[in-house]
Protein backbone atom coordinates (compact mmCIF):
# COMPACT_ATOMS: atom_id res chain seq x y z
CA UNK A 1 0.00 0.00 0.00
CA UNK A 2 1.09 3.56 -0.21
CA UNK A 3 1.75 6.13 2.33
CA UNK A 4 -1.48 7.73 1.98
CA UNK A 5 -3.33 4.32 2.14
CA UNK A 6 -1.94 3.23 4.85
CA UNK A 7 -2.35 6.44 6.73
CA UNK A 8 -5.97 6.53 5.78
CA UNK A 9 -6.14 2.74 7.35
CA UNK A 10 -5.04 4.57 10.56
CA UNK A 11 -7.31 6.93 10.82
CA UNK A 12 -10.08 4.19 10.12
CA UNK A 13 -8.94 1.81 12.53
CA UNK A 14 -9.51 4.97 15.05
CA UNK A 15 -13.22 4.87 14.37
CA UNK A 16 -13.41 1.27 13.82
CA UNK A 17 -11.61 0.70 17.68
CA UNK A 18 -14.20 2.98 19.09
CA UNK A 19 -17.33 1.69 17.47
CA UNK A 20 -16.27 -1.67 18.15
CA UNK A 21 -14.89 -1.05 22.03
CA UNK A 22 -11.87 -2.61 20.51
CA UNK A 23 -9.01 -1.16 22.87
CA UNK A 24 -6.07 -3.24 21.38
CA UNK A 25 -6.65 -1.87 17.68
CA UNK A 26 -7.47 1.77 19.29
CA UNK A 27 -4.40 1.61 20.97
CA UNK A 28 -2.44 0.46 17.46
CA UNK A 29 -3.39 4.26 15.88
CA UNK A 30 -1.39 6.41 18.20
CA UNK A 31 2.58 6.80 19.15
CA UNK A 32 2.92 5.79 23.07
CA UNK A 33 4.10 9.44 23.66
CA UNK A 34 0.88 11.07 21.32
CA UNK A 35 -0.31 14.62 22.59
CA UNK A 36 -4.35 14.59 22.00
CA UNK A 37 -6.53 17.87 21.82
CA UNK A 38 -10.31 17.16 21.99
CA UNK A 39 -11.30 20.96 22.72
CA UNK A 40 -14.25 20.58 25.55
CA UNK A 41 -13.91 17.10 25.74
CA UNK A 42 -10.21 17.36 27.14
CA UNK A 43 -6.09 16.67 26.10
CA UNK A 44 -4.70 13.47 26.33
CA UNK A 45 -0.78 12.85 27.05
CA UNK A 46 0.01 9.33 26.13
CA UNK A 47 -1.64 6.45 24.53
CA UNK A 48 -2.88 5.07 28.15
CA UNK A 49 -5.11 8.10 29.07
CA UNK A 50 -6.71 9.05 25.67
CA UNK A 51 -7.28 4.55 25.27
CA UNK A 52 -8.80 4.99 29.43
CA UNK A 53 -10.69 7.85 28.91
CA UNK A 54 -12.46 6.35 25.95
CA UNK A 55 -13.22 3.33 27.60
CA UNK A 56 -14.76 4.82 30.68
CA UNK A 57 -16.78 6.93 28.14
CA UNK A 58 -17.90 4.61 25.38
CA UNK A 59 -18.27 2.02 28.20
CA UNK A 60 -21.55 3.64 29.10
CA UNK A 61 -22.70 4.28 25.77
CA UNK A 62 -24.71 2.48 23.71
CA UNK A 63 -24.08 2.89 19.63
CA UNK A 64 -22.28 4.53 18.61
CA UNK A 65 -21.21 5.25 14.63
CA UNK A 66 -17.87 7.31 13.52
CA UNK A 67 -18.03 8.18 9.87
CA UNK A 68 -14.78 9.75 8.22
CA UNK A 69 -14.70 11.38 5.07
CA UNK A 70 -12.45 14.10 3.01
CA UNK A 71 -9.30 12.62 3.96
CA UNK A 72 -6.60 15.01 3.26
CA UNK A 73 -3.10 13.97 3.26
CA UNK A 74 0.14 15.19 2.90
CA UNK A 75 3.59 12.89 3.04
CA UNK A 76 6.69 14.56 3.55
CA UNK A 77 9.34 11.49 3.85
CA UNK A 78 8.54 9.61 7.51
CA UNK A 79 5.96 12.19 8.83
CA UNK A 80 2.75 13.16 7.57
CA UNK A 81 0.00 15.61 8.14
CA UNK A 82 -3.74 14.70 8.01
CA UNK A 83 -7.21 16.57 7.80
CA UNK A 84 -10.17 14.30 8.32
CA UNK A 85 -13.58 15.45 8.63
CA UNK A 86 -15.53 13.25 11.60
CA UNK A 87 -19.03 12.91 11.86
CA UNK A 88 -19.83 11.20 15.00
CA UNK A 89 -23.03 9.99 16.72
CA UNK A 90 -22.73 8.82 20.22
CA UNK A 91 -26.27 7.11 21.83
CA UNK A 92 -27.13 6.79 25.17
CA UNK A 93 -27.57 3.12 26.47
CA UNK A 94 -31.27 2.81 25.02
CA UNK A 95 -29.97 3.43 21.80
CA UNK A 96 -32.92 5.88 21.37
CA UNK A 97 -31.28 9.71 21.82
CA UNK A 98 -27.42 10.40 21.91
CA UNK A 99 -25.28 13.07 20.75
CA UNK A 100 -23.98 14.18 17.22
CA UNK A 101 -20.62 15.77 16.93
CA UNK A 102 -19.40 17.26 13.55
CA UNK A 103 -16.05 18.54 12.90
CA UNK A 104 -12.57 17.97 11.88
CA UNK A 105 -8.89 16.05 13.02
CA UNK A 106 -5.93 18.10 12.24
CA UNK A 107 -2.97 14.83 12.71
CA UNK A 108 0.36 14.70 12.87
CA UNK A 109 1.54 11.47 11.85
CA UNK A 110 4.94 9.72 11.98
CA UNK A 111 6.58 6.38 10.98
CA UNK A 112 7.48 4.09 13.33
CA UNK A 113 8.51 0.59 12.89
CA UNK A 114 5.65 -1.05 12.69
CA UNK A 115 3.52 1.34 10.48
CA UNK A 116 2.10 5.23 10.89
CA UNK A 117 0.65 6.34 14.06
CA UNK A 118 -0.89 9.65 14.90
CA UNK A 119 1.52 11.77 17.31
CA UNK A 120 -0.63 15.02 17.51
CA UNK A 121 -4.47 15.34 16.85
CA UNK A 122 -6.82 18.25 17.54
CA UNK A 123 -10.47 17.99 16.98
CA UNK A 124 -12.30 20.86 16.18
CA UNK A 125 -16.04 20.77 17.09
CA UNK A 126 -18.00 22.59 14.73
CA UNK A 127 -21.47 21.69 15.78
CA UNK A 128 -22.65 19.53 18.54
CA UNK A 129 -26.75 18.72 19.15
CA UNK A 130 -28.66 16.05 20.29
CA UNK A 131 -30.25 13.37 18.60
CA UNK A 132 -33.42 11.46 19.05
CA UNK A 133 -35.33 11.64 22.38
CA UNK A 134 -39.15 11.46 22.74
CA UNK A 135 -41.31 13.54 19.98
Request: net charge negative; glycine share 8%.
Amino acid sequence: MSDRQDIADVLTRYATGIDRRDWALFRTVFTDDCALDYGDIGTFDGVDAVTEFMDKTHAMAGHTLHRLTNFAIAVDGDAATARTYVDALIFAPDNSSGVNAVGFYDDELVRAPDGWRIARRRFTAVRVSTVGGQP
